[in-house]
Nanobody, 119 residues
Framework: VQLQASGGGLVQAGGSLRLSCAAS????????MGWFRQAPGKEREFVAA???????RHAESVKGRFAISRDNAKNTVYLQMNRLKPEDTAVYYC??????????????WGQGTLVTVSS
């Protein structure tokens, strides 16, 4: 599967953005999907994941502010980000996995989209 993330940009603290990740192929519904992020000088970290059956997990740092969702008809996974903070600034990556749930290491990665939150 090939993944294409989009929707990043510059936003003020307190604002919102919605990231999208479009997947190629006809088997999108069989993948667990995830969002990760990597801030400058830091390691990549988990943000959220959604299972084939739309079960969800979110990192503690984004719970109540971010929401992952998927539209299998459009082969797309979304990350709605609300009440953004400067510490949310990072390159955001989407990823796909075909193992069980909770997912193990993700096998397929998109190219990343930059989110910058100004204070």
């Amino acid at each position: 599967v090939q993944l294409q993330a989009s929707g990043g940009g510059l936003v003020q603290a307190g604002g919102s953005l919605r990231l999208s990740c479009a997947a190629s192929g006809r088997t999108f519904s069989t993948y667990n999907m995830g969002w990760f992020r990597q801030a400058p000088g830091k390691e990549r970290e988990f943000v959220a994941a959604i299972s084939r059956n739309s079960g969800q997990r979110h990192a503690e740092s984004v719970k109540g502010r971010f929401a992952i969702s998927r539209d299998n008809a459009k082969n797309t996974v979304y990350l709605q980000m609300n009440r953004l903070k400067p510490e949310d600034t990072a390159v955001y990556y989407c990823a796909a996995d075909r193992t069980g749930w909770p997912p193990g290491p993700f096998d397929y990665w998109g190219q990343g989209t930059l989110v910058t939150v100004s204070s």
